[in-house]
């Protein structure tokens, strides 16, 4: 079983600004930047809503949202059981190379 420390690597794939990992109580469990918890809420509100909608849909689970803002740093959320993985990617990266990138990065956790 992956650990809170596994999860502190996420922070060298290139494309990463910040990660959180939160529980769907919205408790962070781990993150590498200090407003964390102001993220959270959206981070699981998101992850349960997608989760709804892929089951409502006959799907399992959803891969990742991507919400797009204007400054480039979208949002990244990744549903994984009771706990919700978000990312800050970097302005620059590409965000389906970074989602690629972190679902090699999960699959190395199991």
Known sequence: MATAKD???LG???GVGQF???RNDG???SENFADAVSLSSIVVSSGKYCDS???NLGG???LHLCVERMSGENILVFSLGRYYLGIIKHPDSDPQVL???ILTFLK???
Do not use: D, K, Q
Request: hydrophobic share 45%; net charge positive; glycine share 8%.
């Open 7 to 9: 999860f502190s690597r």
């Open 108 to 110: 190395g956790l199991s």
């Open 60 to 62: 399992r689970r959803y």
């Open 12 to 14: 060298s794939i290139e």
């Open 27 to 29: 408790h962070v469990v």
């Open 99 to 101: 989602a690629g990138s």
């Open 53 to 55: 909608f892929a089951e």
């Open 20 to 22: 959180l990992l939160v």
